[in-house]
Each structure stands twice: as C-alpha cells, then as structure tokens.
Nanobody, 118 residues
Framework: QVQLVESGGGLVQAGGSLRLSCAAS????????MGWFRQAPGKEREFVGT????????YYADSVKGRFTISRDNAKNTVYLQMNSLKPEDTAVYYC???????????WGQGTQVTVSS
C-alpha cells in the first residue's frame, strides 16, 4: 500500500520560503507521477505541480510558476516542493499525491499546513 507523509509546513512571512517534503513508501515510484495540490479554506483543492519520477520532468500551475520548484531524491524516495516568494494567497493545506501511470489510481498524503502572513 502506497503511503505518503508530508512535512515542512509552517508559518512564514510574505516573501519568505519553505520547503515541503513528501516521503513515499509502498510502491515502485518509477511508475508514478508525483504531484502537489493545495486547498485553502472554503475553496476546492487545486493543482500546484507535478513531477515524473523517472524523467524528472515537471509541470506547474500558472499561479506558482517561477516561484515553486518540485524535485525528487530517488535514494530517499522523497519529493520536495520548494516554495519561494510566498504570498498570503499561498496559504493552504498542501497535499502530496501519487498517480500510478495508466491506472487512474491516486494516493494522497495527510497534508501539511502552510500559512503566509502579510
């Protein structure tokens, strides 16, 4: 069973940076896209970005492009979300997700809170 555990959330001032981690276990992650999503209070969960584990290719939502970077460490089975130039509107619970390519299966982590103060 795939398990995803996020960490690294917290409170930061606008303009600051945070790095979130997603430790993955229970799967052969070369067969997955790994993604980050977020959900602000009263809003739907939205896509932030994704990385293909093998190629390392990434894709981002327009709202975070140029500020956020996704990377992975194959040896640690961990995916990172580096967030720079944070804005109050980035405040949300951030979730890691693993999509098994070709199957439609998606696994979620428990989420980590990011709060950006103005």
């Amino acid at each position: 069973q795939v398990q995803l555990v996020e960490s690294g959330g917290g409170l930061v001032q606008a303009g600051g940076s945070l790095r979130l981690s997603c430790a993955a276990s229970g799967g052969t992650f070369s067969r997955y896209f790994m993604g980050w999503f977020r959900q602000a209070p009263g809003k739907e969960r939205e896509f932030v970005g994704t990385i293909r584990w093998t190629a390392g290719s990434t894709y981002y939502a327009d709202s975070v492009k140029g500020r956020f970077t996704i990377s992975r460490d194959n040896a640690k089975n961990t995916v990172y979300l580096q967030m720079n130039s944070l804005k109050p509107e980035d405040t949300a619970v951030y979730y890691c997700a693993a999509d098994l390519i070709g199957s439609g299966d998606r696994y979620w982590g428990q989420g980590t809170q990011v709060t950006v103060s103005s």
